[in-house]
């Protein structure tokens, strides 16, 4: 099966990765405005690079779909008409509007078209996953996820990310936070509760390039599950590096869980009085894992390529799957664009960092 990669920027490159390590698929065509870093994917790959998405839809049977936000409609769109699978980067759009498009435009095709939330694929989210399934943690109470990065800091440039043009889906909360909101959901399999959250949205990195940066950076968001659970999403761009990592915490009424991705190896379970050190298993190990990266981050792409390719080749069904679709999606844009529309810009400074706070009135 042949394979087009549209977008060449990093992500792109760890799908490329993935793909090597993956049977029954290859890259077969790039395309990239930029045609330097198209270029790299494609000597990487041993595929060929496009000048125009149109040549890459000739050349594949399949399409990933690594572009900004904000062009996700145009080549999902695209995609679809030329009848090609995709997997398309998250979030899905820059609005609702457009994901239920690409949504209803998608039920249309036979094709199939999965979302990169690829940190379903995590071994510490299946072992969560398995633990909340099997009830050893008990009726859950309340849970708490953060993702914490430097990006905000150590990326000096100023670029889309930081511009409105993604209608505030960029920022720490779109970005990093599209993660959490889909990962509580999966792995509680229960929805939110749309009128109980509560956020606050910051910019503590005001200006790159002498330009005003238009999004957040850092984010925290409350709200309870519709199965009565309470929980608490931190999202920022903006953390010291020593600080960076995935952090999760679920407490339950047989047990609490504590994760911190720095450790690495392995989870703390608790029952009664005592924490156990638990290893966490990975799927494929990889010698080439960046330490800065969550644990089976890269092996993730490669879980998350093998699913796709599979319902792509046997039309498995979702159920057989932890494959996102564009249903996930859609579902994930809805609890995105809630808390960013709900959450009006104010000028209020810090006195110490000169961010504008966003604030949930």
């Known amino acids: 099966m042949k394979i087009g990669i549209i977008g060449a920027g990093n992500v792109a490159n760890a799908h490329a990765k993935a793909i090597q390590r993956v049977s029954g698929i290859d890259v077969a065509g790039v395309y990239d405005l930029d045609i330097t870093k198209a270029q790299k994917i494609a000597d990487f790959s041993q595929s060929k690079v496009c000048t125009t998405s149109m040549e890459v839809y000739d050349l594949v049977d399949a399409v990933i779909i690594c572009t900004p936000n904000h062009t996700h409609f145009k080549y999902v769109v695209e995609a679809l008409e030329h009848e ?8 899905l759009a820059t609005s609702n509007e457009q994901a239920l498009e690409m949504y209803h435009r998608s039920l ?11 940190y379903r694929f995590l071994p510490i989210v299946r072992e969560i996953e398995k633990l909340i399934l099997s009830d050893s943690l008990g009726e859950l109470l309340w849970l708490s996820i953060s993702f914490k990065r430097s990006s905000a800091l150590t990326r000096k440039t100023f670029t889309w990310r930081d511009s409105a043009q993604g209608n505030s889906t960029s920022g720490a909360f779109g970005d990093l936070g599209s993660h959490l909101i889909d990962l509580l959901t999966y792995i509680t399999k229960t929805n939110y509760e749309l009128n109980s959250l509560k956020s606050r949205l910051a910019t503590y990195v005001s200006h790159k390039d002498n330009q005003l940066v238009q999004v957040d950076d850092d984010a925290r968001v409350n709200g309870r599950l519709e199965n009565g659970t309470y929980f608490q999403i931190n999202a920022s761009k903006t953390s010291p590096i020593e600080e960076n990592g995935l952090f999760i915490e679920v407490h339950g009424s047989k047990g609490e869980l504590q994760y911190d991705s720095r450790d690495r190896s392995y989870y703390s379970l608790k029952s009664g009085l005592n924490w156990d050190i638990i290893p966490v298993e990975e799927n494929e190990k990889n010698p080439q894992e960046q330490k800065r990266e969550v644990p089976g981050w890269s092996s993730s792409f490669v879980s998350q390529i093998k699913a796709w390719r599979d319902r792509m080749i046997n039309q498995e069904s979702k159920t057989s799957t932890m494959l996102a679709d564009f249903g996930d999606g859609v579902y994930v844009q809805s609890v995105l664009s809630q808390v960013l529309a709900e959450t009006q810009y104010s000028l209020l400074r810090d006195k110490k960092s000169e961010g504008r706070l966003l604030k949930n009135f």
């Open 84 to 91: 090609k699978h995709i997997l398309c980067e998250k979030p």
């Open 108 to 118: 249309k095709s036979s094709t199939i078209t999965a979302l990169g939330f690829n």
